[in-house]
C-alpha cells in the first residue's frame, strides 16, 4: 500500500493531485506532512505508474520554480457500454472521461443477453483497437435493477432473461463496473456539475427512472432499485397494463412508448421517441399536446420526489427530453403547484447537459471513479 508512518500512500497523493487540493510537491508535503523525499518517491511511482505529469516549472515568488503536477488524461482509456433497450452506444475514453471513439450499435434487449452481450463485446473489442493506451477499467450500464457488488443483473420485468448474468464483456484484468442506466447518467449529470450535491435526473425515453445524488453520494437503495419512478401510479390512466403488469403506472401513460402508441392512433406515422420529438419539433399540435401532457403526469409523481429529497437540480435526460420545451411546461405546471414552496424556491429544472453522449460519459464516469481511487491506484502500484 505504499504507506510509511504518515499514512499517506501514493494512492492518497494521487487523490489530492486528481481532486486539484495538491498541485505542486511542496503543496503535497504541506497538506500530508511527508518529508520532500518521500513527496519525491510516491511522485515518482505515480508518473511510472503512467497516471501523473509534471508541467514545466510555473512562477514563483522566489527559489526554485515548482513543476505543476496533474493527472495524465493520455495515461489509459476507460471503455463505456452503455445498453439500451433497443440501441446501445459504446465509447472509449480518456482518463479525463473524454470520448476518444464511439460508435452505435441497433440491438433490442429482449433477444437475449448471450446475444446482446456478445455483439457489444465483438464491437467494444474492434472499437479499443483504435486507442493505443492501455485499458484501465470497463463502465457498463444497462437499462434495469443491477447487483453492483456482484455485476449482475437482478430479474426484472424490463429485461426478461437476463436476472442473475453476470457481465464482463470478456475483458480481464481491471475493474468492470456495471449499474442502471440511469444511475449512470446520473453521475455524468453531477460531474459536470460542480457544488451541486443533491440532484435528481430523470431519464423519459422508452420507459422512465430516475437516479438520485444526496449529500453528493449516489442512492441505489437496498437492493439496487431505487429511482423506480416510471411505476408510480397515475390518477387518470384508464386502466392502461404496465410492462411490469401493475396497471396506469406512470411509464405505461407518459414514457416515449406510450406516446409514440398514443400518436399512431391518432393517424400519425412514427416509429419511435425520436419521431415524436420530430413532430414536436415541426409543430404538430397532437404531438406538442401529448407531450405537455405527459410533463404534467411526470411532473405529479416529480413533486413527492422534490418534497422527500429537496433536490438543488432536477436534470431530464433520454430521448423525450429533446422535446423539452412542452415536456417542461407540463413538468413545472405540477411540480410548482403541488409541491411546497421551500423545496422549490431555489429548485433548477433543466434539460442534459450532455445529450446523445451522456451514456457513454455516463459509464466512463462510473469507471473513473474506481479507477482513479486512492485505493485502486495503490493496489495498481503493488503489482508494478
Sequence with gaps: MWRDRSGTSAGDVFALIHGGLAQTRAEIGRTTDLSRTAVAARVRQLVELGLVVEDAAGATTGGRPAGRLRVNR???VVLAASIGASKTKLGVCDLAGAALAETGLDVDTTLGPEVVLRTVAERLDRLREKADQPVRGVGVCVPGPVDVATATVLESPLLPGW???????GVTGVPVLVDNDVNALTLAEAAVRPGVTDLVHVKVSTGIGAGIIAGGVLQRGARGAAGEIGHNPVTDGGGVVCRCGNLDCLEAVASGAALVAALRAAGREVADVPGVVALVRAGDPEAVALVRHAGRRIGAVLAVVVNLLNPQVVVFGGDLAEAFEPLLAGVREQVYRRAVVPVTRELAIEQSALG?????????AMALSEVLSARAVDAALAVV
Excluded at 446523445?356 to 455516463?362: E, F, I, L, R, S
Design 356 to 364: 446523445a453522449g451522456a451514456g457513454v460519459a455516463g459509464c466512463a
Design 74 to 76: 493520455a495515461g489509459g
Design 163 to 169: 436476472g442473475g448474468v453476470p457481465i464482463t464483456l
